[in-house]
């Protein structure tokens, strides 16, 4: 006789494994009934959980790593939260480590598996460009976060947890043309960004070439070495350079809610208004952004659905259940009073 399997308490109980290895486990995130019905099925048939894959992490410390890139960045904070919340249900201890900008998240994970011996990993954050043969050396199971890892390596390998940038990018630059808007100056990330900051200028130059609008150098700001692209600070300093040169537009698409802050102080600063004389766009939909004078039209990310789907993917990579999973989430535009046709001349 077949040896009675995960998979045949499934289809018995007309669940997925997935929410069996919750029950076995004893997640809270399942209905009672459910549990009881899959325990029931699970004591009939005989059913012995597979543990090998637990036990050979016996050497592991009980405890999840966040390693993020760009801490100060507020999107992160609701993130963090749901994380640590969902961790501290599960018992699991939790260790949260910054990656500054010019280092590579991959290699700290690796220092970090020597020193703490976690047992899984969420990366919040960080580029795309990693090569396979260094993400091989990676022992725990891994979720990659906020964005997915590029055609170096093969999916198969490790799982991800994201938004279509390049579509909120189109999207959001297609609603400022819709508005009227022609000139629209992008704050981008570094020219050399493998992540987010290159899928969402993509995004901006594919909705102007759509729109029959040439893409004008000019008018992609890019962030400045060493400079934290997602901030305040960079957001402020783009903004004012290219007010102070003359230069033409009628309204920044902005890579961040973040950053965008610093540029409605910068045209401000400037004598000018939001958005009476630019309109200004982002993305991410922090709490922040509801609140701002004017509050912000934004591409809004679903972090805290996003932060426990990657956890829940996490967990049961550890218990030994499942294969490596790809989820896509759809950011939602979300109009506020940052945005207003050309020459609008409301100032707020």
Not at 250 to 278: E, H, W
Request: include cysteine.
């Amino acid at each position: 006789m077949e040896p009675f399997t995960i998979k045949d308490v499934a289809r018995i109980c007309g669940v997925g494994v997935r929410t069996v290895s919750r029950a076995i486990n004893n997640h809270p995130d399942i209905n009672p009934q459910t549990r009881q019905r899959i325990l029931e099925v699970i004591e009939q048939n005989g059913y012995i959980p597979n543990n090998s894959a637990r036990n050979l992490k016996r050497t592991e410390s009980k405890t999840i790593a966040v390693l993020i890139r760009g801490i100060t960045n507020p999107f992160f904070q609701g993130m963090i939260k749901t994380i640590e919340q969902i961790t501290e249900r599960r018992r699991y201890g939790f260790l949260l480590q910054q990656v500054d900008e010019e280092n590579d998240e991959v290699e700290a994970a690796l220092e970090l598996e020597k020193e703490k011996k976690p047992c899984g990993i969420v990366f919040l954050g960080g580029t795309a460009s990693h090569k396979e043969d260094k993400v091989r050396q990676l022992k725990a199971p891994f979720v990659v976060c906020t964005i997915t890892l590029g055609p170096d390596v093969r999916k198969e390998l490790y799982s991800s947890v994201a938004i279509d940038d390049v579509l909120a990018g189109y999207e959001m630059t297609s609603y400022l043309i819709s508005m009227g808007h022609r000139r629209i100056a992008m704050v981008a990330a570094r020219k050399d960004d493998a992540a987010i900051g290159r899928m969402r200028l993509e995004g901006y130059c594919k909705a102007l070439a759509d729109h029959h609008i040439p893409v004008d150098p000019d008018l992609i700001l890019y962030a400045e070495k060493g400079e934290d692209a997602y901030s305040m600070v960079n957001g402020y300093r783009a903004a004012s350079r290219f007010i102070q040169s003359g230069r033409e537009a009628t309204a920044f698409l902005v890579i961040s809610d973040n950053a965008a802050f610093g540029v409605c102080k910068a045209i401000r600063d400037a004598g000018k208004s939001v958005p009476g004389d630019y309109s200004v766009a982002s993305f991410d939909g922090i709490e922040m952004a509801s609140y701002y004078n004017p509050t912000l039209t934004t591409m809004k990310q679903p972090c805290e659905e996003m932060a426990a789907e990657a956890m829940n993917i996490l967990l049961d990579r550890i218990d030994g259940f499942g294969q490596n999973e790809h989820r896509l989430f759809q950011a939602r535009l979300t109009e506020g009073e940052s945005v207003a046709g050309p020459g609008a001349g409301r100032a707020i």
